[in-house]
C-alpha cells in the first residue's frame, strides 16, 4: 500500500508579486495603564536616620543591624556602575568587587543605597580594618582599593526605569530582596530582624560589640535628610576627639561633607576616621570658614619658622 504524497507546505514569501507587509501595529489601548520611562537620578542625597534614646511605638518598623562603614549608593545602567559616597565622590575603583556585583545583576538598571563594610570572623563589621585599605592609612600606604569590601544593602531608590522613591519602604525592600534572593557575591542584603521589643535586639547589638540599631517606618517613602522616618539606637559609648581637618561638600558650595577626626595614643594623634557632621548649611560654612582660617594661620606661622631658619639656622638665638 502506497502512502498518500504529504501535502506541500505553505511557501514562506508569496510568490504572487505583491509587496511584503507586516501587520498594521494596533494603537494602544488608552485605559491600560501607560509606565513612562523615568530617568536615572544623577545624585540622590541619602536619608539618615534619626538618633533616639528610646524607639519609637507601633507594629510597623522594621530593625536591622546598624553597619559601621561607608554609606554608599550603587548606581548602576548601560554606561557602566558608579558607587558614590555620602559626599559625591565615585570610588567604584576603590570597591571593584561591589562593581562586579552589580554588574552581575543583569542588564537592569538600578539604584541601590547600603554601606560598604568589611567583617570579621564573627560577622560584624570592622571599621578599623575598612579604613586600612580605604582611610587615611590607605592614602599613606598607597592601597585605596578595598578587594573584600561588601555593600549591605538596605534600600532600593531606581529600578529598570522606575524611580520608586516615592513608594512605601515594604515594597522597596521586597525589590530589594527579590533582586538579591540568588547569591549577589560582594552585594548582601542587610537582613530585617523580627523582635518585639527592640530594647532587647539593642542589648544583644551592644553585647555583641555593634555600634547599634536601625528602625524604618514600612509605610515611608525615601525622603532625604533626617526626617524621622528612619531612627537609630546606639549602644552608648562617647570620647574625646581632635578636629584635624574636612572632606568639602561638593552638594553645598563653602560647605563640607564629613570631619576628619584623630585622638590621642600617647603624645602623638593618631587619626581614627571621618563622621558625618548632621549641621545645618548655614552653621557648616561658617565652620568651615573658620577651620580655613586656621589652617591660614598655620601655614603662615610655618612659613614664618622656614624663613627664619633659612636666615639664622634651625637654632636661633
Not at 530617568?39 to 510597623?60: D, F, H, I
Not at 587615611?136 to 573584600?148: D, M, W
Not at 614664618?304 to 636666615?311: F, G
Request: charged residues 30%; hydrophobic residues 35%.
Amino acid at each position: 500500500m502506497t502512502k498518500a504524497p504529504r501535502p506541500r507546505s505553505k511557501p514562506l514569501l508569496r510568490d504572487d508579486g505583491k509587496p511584503i507587509q507586516s501587520r498594521p501595529i494596533r494603537k494602544r489601548n488608552k485605559a491600560q495603564a501607560a509606565l513612562p520611562f523615568e530617568p536615572m537620578p544623577e545624585r540622590v542625597e541619602p536619608c539618615l536616620a534619626l538618633l533616639k534614646q528610646k524607639p519609637p511605638s507601633g507594629s510597623n518598623w522594621g530593625w536591622e543591624v546598624k553597619w559601621d562603614g561607608y554609606r554608599l549608593a550603587i548606581h548602576s545602567d548601560s554606561s557602566g556602575v558608579r558607587v558614590l559616597t555620602r559626599g559625591g565622590y565615585d570610588w567604584a575603583d576603590r570597591f571593584p568587587e561591589v562593581v562586579k556585583a552589580a554588574r552581575n545583576l543583569g542588564p537592569a538598571s538600578f539604584i541601590i543605597d547600603g554601606e560598604g563594610v568589611v567583617l570579621d570572623e564573627q560577622g560584624r563589621s570592622d571599621f578599623d580594618a575598612l579604613q586600612n585599605s580605604l582611610g587615611a592609612v590607605g592614602r599613606r600606604s598607597g592601597k585605596l582599593v578595598s578587594s573584600n569590601a561588601v555593600l549591605m544593602a538596605f534600600d532600593l531608590l531606581y529600578l529598570d526605569g522606575r524611580d520608586v522613591r516615592g513608594e512605601p519602604y515594604r515594597f522597596r525592600r521586597h525589590m530589594l530582596e527579590e533582586m538579591l534572593k540568588e547569591d549577589a557575591g560582594a552585594i548582601r542584603v542587610s537582613e530585617e530582624i523580627a523582635v518585639d521589643d527592640p530594647l532587647v535586639l539593642l542589648k544583644s547589638a551592644c553585647e555583641l560589640d555593634l555600634e547599634g540599631i536601625v528602625g524604618k517606618d514600612r509605610n515611608s517613602a525615601y525622603r532625604s535628610g533626617r526626617t524621622g522616618d528612619w531612627v537609630k539606637l546606639k549602644c552608648v559609648q562617647s570620647e574625646a576627639f581632635v578636629i584635624v581637618g574636612y572632606e568639602p561638600s561638593i552638594s553645598a558650595s563653602g560647605g563640607f561633607s564629613s570631619l576628619l577626626l584623630a585622638a590621642y595614643e600617647g603624645d602623638e594623634l593618631r587619626y581614627v576616621g571621618s563622621v558625618g557632621t548632621g549641621f545645618k548649611e548655614r552653621a557648616a560654612i561658617g565652620l568651615r570658614a573658620m577651620m580655613d582660617k586656621l589652617k591660614w594661620r598655620n601655614q603662615n606661622r610655618l612659613s614664618r619658622t622656614a624663613a627664619s631658619e633659612r636666615l639664622y639656622g634651625s637654632n636661633p638665638r
